[in-house]
């Protein structure tokens, strides 16, 4: 096994100057705000599914014998590709803004 500390190619990173980059709160701020909400709206329909499973609304059936629980329920896997997707699409854009914050620390002379 290499000894991590010998190489001498590991960079050294300021991670305190870094924090204190405007350009670093804004990125994480974008970030976490998308991250958290798209969470919330998952968790919010997947945990109503048992509380509306046993609802009179659900229970009707609404394509012969298929009732809303059945379609709620497929929904929420169209929803879960759905969310995946979109993450996905995020995330080049995530990684963008994150080169373009290490860009700015390297610029301002961090190494």
Known sequence: MANISANKNVESVDYS???????????????????????????????????????????????????????????LFIMTIVLCTVYVKKASSFDKAAAAVLAEYHAKGGK
């Open 17 to 75: 100057a870094i924090e204190a980059m405007e350009s670093f709160n804004k990125f994480v701020k974008k970030k976490n705000t998308f991250l958290f909400s798209i969470t919330a709206a998952f968790l919010i329909l997947y945990i109503l599914l048992p509380i509306l499973a046993f609802q009179p609304v659900l229970q009707q059936k609404f394509i012969g014998n298929i009732t809303g629980v059945w379609i709620y329920s497929a929904g």
